[in-house]
């Protein structure tokens, strides 16, 4: 089976930088993606890793170690209109087409 | 351009009624996929479309669940006999292929509640 974890709920101040961090396993690991979800609204896409390192938009940040089966998300110059939930995804390519999700890091920018 | 699209976005019904909600993806995109959402919880799957053929029903949780794409565009997802545990948010997302790194785009939901 996969086993997604992300912390629950992190704070952080505005203007500053928070990292959520999102580990997984997976045998068919075939990409890994980050969403931002407000409260009822839709997942709204943010980043997508397949290969090793960083990839760098704008305030946003995603990195993955595929042997440490481990990505964050950085998320710089927080803004109050960040706190939402961020949900880390991974296909696993024995498991088709679909992401399995982990719970979601509720993240809250107090002023 | 228009996103993903869904109907109704709400829905309340009672126990034992059947419901079907509605996607429309975006025009073009082959595949489509239905998860259900517990408040407080990262969306779950249920199934997925490759145009008009449903390629993976492995997260369905019971045979009350059935879903369609008749034509390889919009998609239905039916509940029958609907049970109080039903209670979620219903998302369908689209995506321009399968696979690759193609993200899925997500409409906004239909919320669920079994009284």
């Known amino acids: 089976g996969q086993n997604i974890d992300q912390p629950t709920e992190m704070t952080a101040t505005e203007g500053a930088i928070v990292q959520i961090n999102c580990t997984y396993q997976?045998?068919?690991?075939?990409?890994l993606f980050w969403y931002q979800q407000h409260a009822g609204e839709a997942p709204t896409f943010l980043s997508y890793?397949?290969?090793?390192g960083l990839e760098e938009k704008g305030r946003f940040s995603s990195f993955l170690s595929r042997s440490k089966g481990y990505s964050y998300l950085l998320l710089k110059e927080l803004q109050m209109k960040d706190s939402a939930s961020y949900l880390c995804?991974?296909?696993?390519?024995?498991?088709?087409?679909?992401?399995?999700f982990g719970p979601g890091t509720r993240l809250s920018v107090l002023p | 351009g228009a996103g993903v699209s869904q109907s109704p976005r709400y829905k309340v019904a009672k126990r034992g009624q059947d419901v079907a909600l509605r996607c429309d993806p975006i025009?073009?995109?082959?595949?489509l996929f239905w998860y259900q959402q517990a408040l407080g919880q990262g969306p779950e799957f249920l199934t997925y479309?490759?145009?008009?053929?449903?390629?993976?029903k492995s997260g369905l949780p019971s045979d009350r669940f059935f879903a369609e794409r008749p034509e390889g565009s919009v998609s239905t997802l039916k509940i029958q006999r609907t049970q109080q545990e039903d209670s979620a948010v219903y998302l369908c997302?689209?995506?321009?292929?399968?696979?690759?790194?193609?993200?899925?785009?997500f409409g906004p939901g239909t919320r669920l509640t079994v009284t």
């Open positions: 025009s073009g995109h082959v595949s």
């Open positions: 995804a991974v296909r696993d390519r024995n498991y088709g087409q679909n992401f399995v």
């Open positions: 997302a689209s995506s321009p292929s399968s696979g690759g790194p193609y993200e899925q785009y």
């Open positions: 997976t045998s068919g690991f075939n990409g």
């Open positions: 479309f490759q145009n008009e053929a449903q390629l993976d």
């Open positions: 890793n397949v290969l090793d």
